[in-house]
């Protein structure tokens, strides 16, 4: 069983998961809890919520698997956006954002993972992160408050004393950057 | 506006951060235009890279078994027969399976009856509302029909008022004979204008074939015929007259009973006369 779910893609587990098959949520979870969890706890800083969201998340992926249609994006795309819509909306009902303040507008934390952890960074992240490390700072810095902090454009232009026609371009081009390199991590696969 | 200027919301929109009217308006062209769409897939494909962006982080070992527990918990509920009727069979791997098809067939019928129950329950609600607006239109129909005689009620009472207050009006007293002792009436005239109106009193219930007249009988000539009219349950009556030229001098004023096809000369007994002048 180990062995099994690293041979299907995540299209397909997703559609066993929407035939009820339980082994392949398992499967889900073990290949993508991890990344997940990483973004539910970027955006909530608070371990206990962002366990209890990460439960949310899959059994809404139990639930909604059939929805998911490979036309209209991929796989990983379609469990992030759970993710992040997800921790974004306890973010709101609790209010937090204030409390956390320009914490998570931050360049991510370098933290020193357990080795299995880090054995698990794969070579698409390593792109990623290399990419974004090439942004000027505040084009990552307003991705950043839009895709954690679930920003608008005009509330990150408050947010940083900038004019909206600035943020709009800065955001646009840490995108179109963003789109290139999945082109180049598409060829790479 | 234009297709490029959509275009360059796109990126906006993948990280959900265009303000609403924007992506509101952004979401119409959406539907028009395939191109945009397409290109809203990648960019979406494209912000959700920024996941990577956070460190991974593990969760406790007992959150996978919390969620399979409860998944697990689900599809027990959603297959409520393997779980709660004591009477199914022992299930081998191929029933599991089966039983997965019935339980969907159980819900599709459930949904079925319920939709059937629904339509009933809703088209029976329409007929009841269809029947209750009938009603009320016809007590409107019936209001305004009542509304409308009490404007004529009101107008007529209007023009008796203002041709009692017409400095050139007169009055003449009808009293009953002795057909109709308790019977009284007015009938008022102006010399000017001729307009008249009679109101009379404790007449005896109309006969439904018959009507009564009121004569005009001025002297020396033949009795000349006016209005005719009924009187309601209370014997009252007030019509509105014109008082021929030829009466206006000196003339009887006399109401008789007659067959409702009218008269040319009164036939029936005299009910109210005015006192000859």
Redesign the interface.
């Known amino acids: 069983m180990q062995a099994e779910p690293l041979q299907i893609s995540d299209s397909d587990l997703l559609h066993a998961v929407a035939r009820?098959d339980?082994a392949a949520?398992?499967a889900c979870?073990?290949r993508y809890?991890?990344?997940?969890?990483?973004?539910i706890?970027?955006i909530l800083h608070d371990?206990a919520e962002?366990?209890d969201v990460?439960?949310d998340v899959?059994?809404q992926v139990?639930?909604r698997a059939g929805d998911f249609d490979e036309a209209?994006?991929?796989a990983?795309?379609w469990l992030?956006?759970i993710?992040?819509s997800r921790a974004l909306d306890r973010l709101r009902s609790a209010g937090a954002r204030a409390r956390l303040g320009e914490e998570a507008a931050q360049t991510?934390?370098?933290?020193v993972?357990?080795a299995?952890?880090d054995a698990?960074?794969?070579e698409?992240?390593a792109m990623?992160?290399r990419a974004?490390a090439g942004l000027p700072e505040e084009q990552r810095r307003t991705?950043?408050l839009?895709?954690?902090e679930?920003?608008?454009?005009?509330e990150?232009a408050a947010r940083l004393g900038d004019p909206l026609g600035t943020v709009?371009t800065r955001?646009?081009s840490g995108?179109?950057k963003?789109?290139e390199?999945?082109g180049q991590?598409r060829e790479s696969v | 506006m234009e297709h490029q200027e959509y275009r360059?919301l796109l990126?906006?929109h993948?990280?959900?951060?265009?303000?609403v009217s924007e992506a509101r308006v952004l979401a119409d062209h959406l539907n028009n235009c395939a191109e945009c769409r397409d290109e809203l897939?990648?960019?979406?494909?494209?912000?959700?890279?920024?996941?990577?962006?956070?460190?991974?982080?593990?969760?406790?070992l007992e959150?996978?078994d919390?969620?399979?527990a409860?998944?697990?918990a689900?599809?027990t509920q959603d297959r409520p027969s393997t779980a709660t009727s004591p009477q199914v069979v022992p299930l081998t791997p191929q029933a599991a399976r089966n039983i997965?098809t019935i339980g969907l067939r159980l819900a599709a019928g459930v949904a079925f009856v319920a939709l059937l129950t629904g339509v009933i329950v809703l088209w029976r609600r329409d007929l009841r509302m269809r029947q209750e607006i009938a009603q009320m239109s016809r007590q409107v129909n019936t209001q305004q029909h009542e509304l409308v005689r009490d404007r004529d009620v009101l107008g007529r009472q209007r023009e008796a008022l203002a041709l009692l207050n017409s400095p050139t009006a007169r009055k003449m007293e009808l009293a009953g004979t002795k057909t109709a002792q308790s019977a009284s009436g007015t009938f008022v005239y102006d010399q000017k204008t001729g307009r008249a109106i009679l109101m009379a009193e404790g007449l005896p219930a109309t006969p439904a074939d018959k009507a009564y007249v009121l004569w005009f009988i001025p002297r020396g000539h033949s009795p000349m015929a006016g209005r005719m009219f009924t009187v309601d349950a209370s014997g009252h009556a007030m019509l509105p007259e014109h008082m021929p030229p030829e009466a206006m001098e000196s003339a009887v004023i006399a109401i008789t009973l007659e067959p409702k096809k009218g008269s040319a000369v009164p036939t029936g007994e005299i009910y109210l006369s005015s006192a000859s002048s």
């Open positions: 009820g339980e949520l398992a979870y073990d809890h991890l990344i997940l969890f990483g973004l706890m970027r371990r962002a366990e990460l439960q899959f059994l139990w639930r209209r994006g991929r990983f795309t992030v956006t993710a992040r991510p934390r370098d933290e993972g357990d299995a952890l698990l960074k794969s698409t992240a990623v992160r974004l991705l950043f839009a895709y954690f679930g920003l608008t454009q005009t990150i709009k955001m646009r995108m179109i963003l789109r390199l999945l991590s | 360059e990126e906006l993948a990280l959900d951060a265009l303000d897939i990648r960019l979406r494909d494209a912000a959700s890279l920024l996941a990577h962006a956070s460190t991974p982080a593990k969760p406790r959150i996978r919390q969620i399979l409860k998944v697990r689900e599809q997965w």
